[in-house]
Structures are given as structure tokens and as C-alpha cells.
């Protein structure tokens, strides 16, 4: 039981640094390209304009959020090609279990992304399920 309050400490210890090196203009994350807040909150305005501020898969909703198509912790940046904007339903979705329905996005030949809603027990044996669309710019 020790080591958890340690531990927390720890994790208290890092936050304070997060949110001191944020405020001096550093970049959100450390140990792989991030943008300084101000530059990610350019590009996040930049994406809402270019989806005219609705979702970009369902087309409905209001967006409130960027998502990483490809994730940053395995190598995808904050770059315009990267980022889809989603309102929170369809953004839940992009994590979702398979069973649940999960969204998920492979890049066009010709450019942009196309979107399916994939389902079954687990991501080996999943099939799409007939939601699917395009994302181009």
C-alpha cells in the first residue's frame, strides 16, 4: 500500500511539470513530436473551419473534437491529414468494443479517408457492417 502514495506523488510531481512546461509555450507532450498549445489550438480551429464545425462522419452533430486517426502514441503527428473532427458520439466509437460496433478509418488512394463501422466478438474476425464513407478535403 506503500508504493501507491508514492507512486502518486510521482504523478503529482510530473503534472505540475506538464502544466509548467505548457505555460512557458513548450509543446503538450514529451518524448515525441507535439505541437505548443497555441499552434495545436490554430490547427484544432483550422480543422473545425474545414469540417464546417460538424462531424465529419456522421454529418449531423455539431463536433466538438479533433480525433488522431492514427494515434500519436504509435507515430501519427498533428497534421491536418491526421486529424478528423467528431462529435463525442462518433468519437466513443473509434474505441469502442468490437461487439459494440468500433469506427475505424483507412487512408483513399487518392487521398483523404474512408471510414467503416466494423462488428463481431473481436477485431480478428469483425466485418464491416455497412455504415461507411469518405473523408476528403
Known sequence: ANWRGAARRAAAVIARAAR?????????AKGRDALPLVEWRARVAELRDLAGGRCEVCGVRPG??????????????????????????CHRRTDAPYAAGRLVFAPRAAGGWVWHVLRGPDKWTAAPTGESGEISR
Open 20 to 28: 509548467r512546461r505548457v505555460r512557458a509555450g513548450g509543446p503538450l
Open 64 to 89: 466538438p473534437q479533433p480525433h488522431h486517426i492514427k494515434k500519436r502514441s504509435a507515430g501519427g503527428g498533428d497534421d491536418l491529414e491526421n486529424l478528423v473532427w467528431l462529435d463525442h458520439t
